[in-house]
C-alpha cells in the first residue's frame, strides 16, 4: 500500500513540488551505472512503537526478512533507496509514507504490536516490494489503471519472502526458536490457500486471460487483486531471475497511470535499458493474453 503523510491536499502538492525542486530523479537512460549501495545493504533504521517488542528483535526479522527476499538477485535499478527506514505506528494499515524527510530515504510504515513475527515480516515483505519496483518517492501516487497490477506484485513478492524466511528460521533460528520456522510456513499456507480459493472461484478452469477479459474494467479501482496473486506468486518461484524484472518497474513519470498494454511496454522498455532478463513482463504478457511489445 502507498500513503502520504496525514495532511492536506495543498500540503501534499506543496510537499510533492518541493521534493521536486530538489536534485531531480535522473532520466531513464541505457545501461545506468550500477549503485554500490543497493536495496539489499542499504543502512536500516528502525523505529516507532513496537509495544512489548525490542526493536532490535524486530530488526532482526525485517533483516533477515530482506536478506532473504533479495539474497542472488541483481539490483540494477537506478532508482535504489541509499537508506531504508521502518517504523511501527499502530494502529492502522502498511503502507509507503512517500514523505518530504531525506531525499533518498524509502520510509515503510508496518503496524505490528507484540512478537507477532510472522505478520511484521508479511507487511515489511509487501512494502518492500513497493520499493524494489520503484513504486515508493513522492510522485508513486496510486494511480488507475495498473495500480492492481503494482499491488499484486508486491503482495506475491512477499509470499515469497514468507517461503524463504521459513527455510532460513529453521536453518539458522533468529532468537534461537527453530520451530518457528514451522508458524512462518503455516501463516504463509493460510494466506496462499485463501488466495487460491478466490482464484478458483473467479477463474474456474478459464484461466487468467479469461478472467481478465471479464474483470478488467472491475480492476481499475481496485488495489491487491486476490485471485491473480498465486499465479505471480507462481512465475516468481518458477524463475527466480524474474525478480530481477521487478527493479526495471515504474521507471517512467506516468508510473501505473497508463494502459495495461503501455504499461508492459513500457516495462520490457525498462528491463532492456538495464539489462534485466526481461522474463516476467513478457510471461505476464501471455499469461493475460496482452498484445506483444513491438519488436
Request: neutral net charge.
Amino acid at each position: 500500500m502507498i500513503g502520504w503523510p496525514c495532511c492536506s491536499p495543498a500540503k501534499r502538492a506543496s510537499l510533492s513540488r518541493n521534493w521536486r525542486d530538489l536534485t531531480p530523479w535522473p532520466q531513464a537512460r541505457a545501461r545506468p551505472e550500477p549503485s554500490s549501495v543497493t536495496l539489499l545493504n542499504a543502512p536500516l533504521e528502525v523505529t516507532g512503537d513496537w509495544g512489548k517488542s525490542l526493536p532490535s528483535s524486530a530488526a532482526a526479522v525485517i533483516s533477515r526478512m530482506r536478506e532473504v527476499c533479495l539474497a542472488g538477485i541483481r539490483l540494477l535499478s537506478d532508482r535504489q533507496p541509499s537508506g531504508l527506514r521502518v517504523e511501527d505506528r499502530p494502529p492502522g494499515l502498511a503502507y509507503i509514507w512517500l514523505h518530504n524527510h531525506r531525499r533518498r530515504l524509502a520510509w515503510i510504515v508496518v503496524d505490528v504490536q507484540g512478537n507477532f513475527w510472522c505478520q511484521l515480516a508479511y507487511q515489511f515483505g509487501h512494502e518492500l516490494g513497493h520499493v524494489l519496483d520503484n513504486f515508493w518517492d513522492p510522485d508513486s501516487k496510486p494511480r488507475p489503471p495498473c495500480q492492481w497490477l503494482e499491488e499484486s506484485l508486491a503482495e506475491a513478492f512477499s509470499l515469497r519472502g514468507l517461503g524463504k524466511l521459513a527455510d532460513s528460521w529453521e536453518q539458522r533460528p533468529l532468537f534461537n526458536d527453530a520451530p518457528y520456522a514451522n508458524a512462518v510456513r503455516q501463516y504463509r499456507r493460510n494466506i496462499i490457500e485463501n488466495y487460491e480459493k478466490i482464484a478458483s472461484t473467479q477463474m474456474g478452469d478459464s484461466g487468467v486471460a479469461a478472467w481478465f477479459r471479464e474483470y478488467r474494467s472491475a480492476l481499475t479501482n481496485q488495489a491487491t487483486v486476490p485471485a491473480v496473486v498465486p499465479a505471480i506468486l507462481h512465475e516468481l518461484e518458477a524463475n527466480p531471475r524474474s525478480i530481477e524484472d521487478i527493479g526495471a518497474l515504474n521507471r517512467w513519470p506516468e508510473k501505473t497511470g497508463v494502459p495495461i498494454e503501455q504499461y508492459m511496454r513500457l516495462w520490457e522498455k525498462s528491463c532492456e535499458e538495464l539489462g534485466t532478463a526481461g522474463v516476467l513482463p513478457k510471461r505476464l504478457v501471455n499469461l493475460l493474453d496482452l498484445p506483444s511489445a513491438e519488436p
